[in-house]
C-alpha cells in the first residue's frame, strides 16, 4: 500500500514520495487526497488543475476512489489542461484509474505515456523521470468523440535519480497492441505480453502499439514522438507494422512504406539506442494442403527484410518464426491461438506465444540473456 498524503505537497519535501489521489465531486475514499474539478493549482498546495474551468465533476461505475472522476474538456497531449503535481525530480513510477470510457490515452509532459485504455475505470501505469519539478498530465482521446476522465492516481517515486530505467519500447499495430484489463482480457497483442519473457530488472516493456495503425500514423500522430523523448542508449526499439498499411484505404505503397519505417529508423539510432524490425504473423489459415503454413507474401514483409540489411539494424523474421511454430501444431490448435471467427487477431494465449517465439529469437540473437 502507499503511504498515506500529506494535506499539502511540497517539491521542498524530499521525504514525501508517495501520493494519492481521488479525482471527483463525490466522497473521498480514506487514504487518498481527494481533488474536485474546480481544484486549480497552486504552489503552497503544491497540486491541482491548470485550467479547472475546462474540467468537470462527474460518476463513475467503481467503488470507492473510482465511484467518481473528473472530465477533461480539453484534451490533446499539448493541451495546458493538466493535472500538475509539485514532485522532487526522479524516476516515477505513476498508476491511473480512469473513470467511464471507451477508449482513452494518458498523456504527460506533452508526450503519450499509455495508448488506448479501454474499459470503465480501466488501470495502467508507466514510469516518467521528472526533470523540472512537476509532473503534468491529463487523459485525452484514444478515440475521437469520447469521454476523458480520471478517476485515481497514485504516485510513487522510484529513484532520485531522474533517468529511465532500461527499457524495450515496442510499436505496431492491433497484433502488438495493449487490451484491458491486461490480465485477463480475451484478446491480446504479443507486445501486450512480452514483459511476461522479459526480467524487469533488466528491462521494462513500454507498449506504444495501436489498433489500425500504420507507419505513417505511428511516425506522425504521436507515438513515435513519446518514444523519441525518453529513449536513451542501451534501450531497444521494437517495431512491427506493414498489416494495415497493405490495406488499400490506407493509400500507403510498399516503396513509401519503406521509407517512412527508415526514417523512424534512423531517428531512433541517432538517440544510439537499438532498433530491432519485426514482420507479422500471418493469419491463422495461412495453411497449404501439405499442412505447412506460410504467409511470407503478406504484410510488406520484404520491405521491412531489405530495410534491415540497409539500415544495419536486427531483423527478427517473426512471420516465418510463427509460421514454423504454427506448422508444428497444425491447423486447428493454430486456429484455437486467434480470437473466435477471426484468422487475424491472437487472444491472450496466441499473444503469449508470439511474444515467447519473439524472445526466444531475441536470446538466439545475443539481444537477451
Given amino acids: 500500500m502507499f503511504a498515506s498524503l500529506l494535506p499539502t505537497l511540497s517539491a521542498a519535501d524530499a521525504a514525501v514520495t508517495n501520493y494519492k489521489f481521488d479525482f471527483g465531486g463525490g466522497a473521498v475514499e480514506a487514504g487518498y487526497t481527494g481533488v474536485r474539478a474546480e481544484d486549480g493549482y497552486n504552489a503552497s498546495k503544491g497540486y491541482g488543475f491548470n485550467t479547472p474551468a475546462n474540467m468537470r465533476n462527474i460518476s463513475a461505475a467503481g467503488k470507492g476512489a473510482g465511484s467518481d472522476a473528473v472530465q477533461f474538456v480539453e484534451f490533446g497531449t499539448k493541451s495546458s489542461n493538466t ?35 479501454t474499459g470503465n475505470n480501466v488501470t495502467d501505469e508507466f514510469e516518467i523521470p521528472i526533470t523540472d519539478g512537476q509532473l503534468n498530465l491529463l487523459v485525452t482521446e484514444g478515440k475521437v468523440g469520447g469521454t476523458f476522465t480520471l478517476s485515481v492516481l497514485e504516485i510513487t517515486q522510484i529513484s532520485t535519480n531522474p533517468v529511465t530505467r532500461p527499457t524495450i519500447y515496442v510499436g505496431g499495430d492491433s497484433t502488438v497492441s495493449n487490451y484491458y484489463p491486461l490480465a485477463t482480457s480475451i484478446q491480446a497483442g504479443w507486445g501486450q505480453m512480452l514483459q511476461q519473457y522479459i526480467n524487469p530488472s533488466d528491462y521494462i516493456v513500454r507498449n506504444m502499439a495501436s489498433g489500425g495503425q500504420i507507419a505513417r500514423g505511428f511516425r506522425n500522430d504521436g507515438q513515435l514522438e513519446a518514444i523519441l523523448r525518453y529513449i536513451k542508449p542501451g534501450d531497444y526499439f521494437i517495431l512491427q ?29 541517432s538517440k544510439g539506442a537499438t532498433v530491432i524490425l519485426s514482420t507479422p504473423q500471418g493469419r491463422a489459415t495461412d495453411f497449404n494442403s501439405a499442412g505447412v503454413h506460410n504467409a511470407e507474401g503478406r504484410w510488406y514483409r520484404q520491405a521491412t527484410i531489405a530495410l534491415a540489411a540497409e539500415e544495419g539494424v536486427r531483423l527478427i523474421d517473426l512471420n516465418v518464426i510463427s509460421s514454423a511454430y504454427f506448422t508444428s501444431i497444425g491447423p486447428a490448435a493454430t486456429l484455437a491461438l486467434y480470437m473466435d471467427g477471426d484468422t487475424l487477431h491472437p487472444n491472450h494465449a496466441g499473444a503469449l506465444e508470439l511474444a515467447r517465439l519473439l524472445t526466444e529469437e531475441m536470446k538466439k540473437q545475443g539481444l537477451y540473456h
Fill in 83 to 117: 493535472f500538475n503535481v509539485d514532485l522532487p525530480n526522479g524516476l516515477y513510477k505513476v498508476k491511473a484509474m480512469l473513470g467511464n470510457t471507451g477508449r482513452s490515452s494518458i498523456a504527460a509532459e506533452g508526450v503519450y505515456q499509455v495508448i488506448n485504455m
Fill in 241 to 269: 507494422l506493414g498489416i494495415n498499411d497493405t490495406n488499400p484505404k490506407n493509400n500507403e505503397t510498399e516503396a513509401e512504406f519503406k521509407e517512412i519505417m527508415r526514417n523512424m529508423v534512423q531517428l531512433v539510432k
